[in-house]
Structure formats: C-alpha cells, structure tokens
C-alpha cells in the first residue's frame, strides 16, 4: 500500500469497476467512454454493471434520507468483487466514500458493508494518478486551458490538485488560473432548479472568470458542472466549450496510438 496524504492506495489491479453516474449515461456518455479507454489502456480490464443507477447524491443534500438510503443500498450490492470502484465524477466519488457510512451508521451490519465499500471508492483523476501512476504523453498542439472543480469534490476528494497534476504531465498545456475556481458554478445538483435565477448569476460570474484567462476550452472532473457552465455559454452564443477530464486526456495522449 502506498501513502498520500491521508489516503493509502493499493497497487495498480487487472480489474476495476466502472460507476458511470447517471448525468454521464444520460448526457455525456463520451466521457464514460473515454474514461472506459484510458483504463483499458492501461491494461486494465473494465466492468460495468449494468443495473446502477444514481449515487443517491440529489436526494440526499435535499433532505430525503429514505429515498437515499434505499438508493445507496441498491449501489452497495452491485459490486461484489474486491475491486477499486471508479468514479469519474468527484461529487458522486465523494457523496459514495464520505457519506454512504454515515447513512447506515444506525446499522451495524450495513455500516460494515459501507465502509468497506467506500474505501474501494475512487475518483478517475485520483486513481490515474495514486494508483495507475499513469505517464501522459502529450500529442496535441499548444493549448491553454482553464480547470473548474465541484466546490464538493475539492473539498472532499481533492480533485482539483489530482486533475493539475495530470494537466501538469502536459507540457503543451498551459492550465489557466482564475479567481472563481474554488467557487460553485451554480449548479449544486438540485439547487440549479430551486433557484434557477441564483443558480444563473453563479454560472455567469464563473464563465467571465474562464474567458478572462483566454482559455481555449476548460476540463472539469464533474459532469453536472460542465453541462451547467456549457449551457450558459451556449445561452450567450460564446463558442467557448468544456470537456469531462477524461475526454480531454484521452485525446490529447493520442487516444488509441496513445501509450500503454
């Protein structure tokens, strides 16, 4: 087992499952795809059972612990095999690993199986980097690019230091900074619906903070963020896009000449 941080990671498997989130099946299933790619590559042997479906997460931060319990309980038993769980979303990964164990904690038999579960429970930038130890060899132009984080995966997962260090085996990439990084996009799972008019002045003040780094595109870890900020660009007629990490990766590595 290998330190970093507070976390101890396991040697690179020849297996893992995939929890593909339900905003990457219905919206983004590129992303899916491409995180099935880069892991593949690696030499790693993908499952993906078919049965799975949301993490729990939006009726959870909206006060239904009934529905989010027997949700939770469907995605524990999915995954039978002793094998890392990815999660190519950091507010998914972290509402599985930080939150499943509290929600059985009235349970002692369920709590056990939880908190088993939850150190199995790894976000795709997070496993790329402390587990795969991947070496990303850059094959695109010279691009500048900004990253935008969920405020909960920074806060939970870390996935903001992840997904730079990986940026950061780019030479070709120039990750721009800017000062509304650690801030939501507005989106916060239910939150965008409840509070549509909030929601959208949150993503606006996001998407002028990406534009004023002349970034040619931004990469985010979270579906859910990447749709929102897309949207309200499109909503503006900018030509200005994101991409899921994932896709961004597998593609300025080469895709398929890509390196094993």
């Known amino acids: 087992m290998e330190e970093a941080g507070l976390r101890h990671y396991p040697g690179k498997p020849s297996r893992v499952y995939l929890f593909g989130t339900c905003l990457i099946d219905l919206f983004c299933p590129d992303a899916g795809l491409d995180t099935v790619r880069l892991l593949e590559r690696e030499g790693i042997e993908v499952h993906f059972p078919a049965d799975q479906t949301c993490c729990g997460q939006p009726a959870h931060s909206s006060g239904f612990p009934e529905q989010t319990r027997a949700v939770a309980l469907a995605q524990l038993r999915l995954f039978p095999e002793p ?15 930080h939150h499943y164990p509290k929600i059985f904690a009235d349970d002692a038999r369920l709590l056990s199986e939880a908190k088993a579960f939850a150190e199995r429970i790894f976000e795709l930038s997070e496993f790329l980097l402390h587990v795969v130890k991947i070496r990303l060899i850059d094959q695109g132009t010279p ?5 935008h984080t969920s405020c909960a995966a920074r806060r939970e997962m870390s996935t903001h230091l992840h997904a730079r260090a990986l940026l950061g085996q780019l030479p070709g990439v120039e990750v721009a900074l800017h ?7 507005g989106f916060g799972g239910t939150f965008s619906l409840k509070h549509p008019a909030i929601s959208s ?21 979270d579906c859910g963020c990447m ?7 499109q ?22 000449r890509g390196q094993r």
């Not at 000062?179 to 996009?185: D, I, K």
């Open 179 to 185: 000062g509304h990084e650690s801030e939501c996009c």
């Open 143 to 147: 691009a500048r690019v900004a990253l």
């Open 235 to 256: 909503k503006r007629g900018d030509d200005l896009q994101g991409q899921h990490l994932a896709t961004f990766l597998w593609q300025r590595s080469g895709g398929e």
């Open 227 to 233: 749709l929102n900020l897309n949207h309200t660009l």
């Open 201 to 221: 002045a949150m993503a606006c003040d996001k998407v002028e903070a990406i534009k004023e780094t002349g970034a040619q595109t931004f990469v985010s870890a």
């Open 83 to 97: 094998w890392p769980v990815i999660v190519p979303s950091g507010s998914c990964a972290g509402m599985m690993r």
